[in-house]
Every structure is written in C-alpha cells, then in structure tokens.
C-alpha cells in the first residue's frame, strides 16, 4: 500500500518563497504528482517526478528523491492567488491509480 | 481545460434512495475515476474503469457501483444513500497514452444525504 504524509497547514509572505514537503512509503513507486486546489473547486495538474531531481515550471519547482521517500514544491514569488490547498500524489508501479495526501493548505498573507 | 462535466452539480437526497451520477468527457480519454474528498481524508478513489464496460474496485468501494457502457460516460451510484456518503464526488480522466498518466478532474458534485 501507499501512505503520504504532508503539513496540513502553512502560512507565507506575499513575493516570498515557500516549500511544501511530501514523504511517502510505497510497496512500488512510479511517480509523483502535485495539484493545486482552490477552496471549492477541482484539483489543477501541477507537475509529475518520476526521477530524481528538480523540475521547473515557472514560479512553481518540483523536487523528487526517491531513495529518501521526499519530494518538494517551491513556490517563488508569491501572489495572493496561489492560496490554496497543494495536494502530493503517488502512483503504484503497474497501476494507473493515484494515491493522495490529505493536502497541505498554504494562506499567502501581505 | 480538459473537457468534463459532472451532473448533476449539487444533490440533496434522503437517506435509502438511490443516487446517480455522471461524469461526460469529450476528450476521447481511455481511463476515467470517481473520487470522493472530505475534510481529514483527502482524495479516495472509489472506482475506475481503463475502457468501456471495463471497471474495478479503489480504494473505498463499498456501497458504490459504476458503469461505462461508453468512452464519454461513466456513471457512479449510490444504491441506497446513507449519511456516510456525504461528500463531494469528483470524477476524473487521465490518457492512457501519455507517459506520465496525469489525470484531469470535473468540477465536483457536492452530496448530501439527509
């Protein structure tokens, strides 16, 4: 089975950098996804690690080492807009299933 | 955006009746799923299918059945409707032809069973 363990909460600074940490234990492990997600709507695709390593998109960063069971998203220049829940997902090898944290709420405060 | 709606959006229903769901995808994807998301747990998956008439069981399957007579529909129901199913379902697609198998999701439907 697959557990993933992330802060439930977090608060940040307008323009400032955040990083949201995610460690999972898995019988198999295929990839790491990020979503994002606004109070009341769906999750948004945000980036997938499937090696070691740090993948920019932007503002937002990903970070996976899969010997240490942790990834990372990085959040640069922070905007009020990107307050919102960032969930961590990972994927079993041979499965398409994804399995979810419960999500760590960040609230980008002036 | 990829394209999928759920219907309805919002549901009130007493506690025994039965509740239907649907989730439409004009995006021709292989996989589709159904997830439930309350405060504390996070997204469970509850079923998928990886083709037409082609389903199986996630993670919190009990009291659920789906149905996929067709690439574009997947129906989620609630045989009879109890207060623990209060949630809000999202459904949502992924192409299996694509590496990285990320998924898309719907809007959500928000349930509440009385």
């Known amino acids: 089975g697959q557990n993933i363990d992330q802060p439930t909460e977090m608060t940040a600074t307008e323009g400032a950098i955040v990083q949201i940490n995610c460690t999972y234990q898995t019988s198999g492990f295929n990839g790491l996804f990020w979503y994002q997600q606004h109070a009341g709507e769906a ?68 | 955006d990829a394209g999928i709606t759920q219907s309805p959006r919002h549901k009130v229903t ?33 079923h998928y299918s990886y083709g037409v008439k082609d389903t199986d069981k996630g993670e919190v399957s009990d009291g659920y059945s789906v149905s996929r007579s067709k690439t574009e529909d997947f129906l989620l129901t609630l045989e009879s409707a109890t207060s623990s199913q209060t949630s809000v379902y999202f459904c949502a697609i992924s192409d299996g032809d694509r590496a990285s ?14």
């Open chain 2, 14 to 46: 007493e506690t025994g009746t039965p509740v239907t769901l649907r989730c439409h995808q004009t995006e021709n994807h292989r996989y589709m799923y159904w997830y439930r998301q309350d405060p504390g747990h996070g997204l469970r998956l509850i």
């Open chain 1, 43 to 110: 999750p948004t695709f945000l980036s997938y690690n499937v090696l070691d390593g740090l993948e920019e998109k932007g503002r937002f960063s990903s970070f996976l080492s899969r010997s240490k069971g942790y990834s990372y998203l990085l959040l640069k220049e922070l905007q009020m807009k990107d307050s919102a829940s960032y969930l961590c997902a990972g994927r079993q090898t041979g499965a398409n299933n994804l399995f979810f944290g419960t999500g760590t709420r960040l609230t980008v405060i002036p």
């Open chain 2, 101 to 114: 198998y990320e998924q898309y999701f719907g809007p959500g439907t928000r349930l509440t069973v009385t």
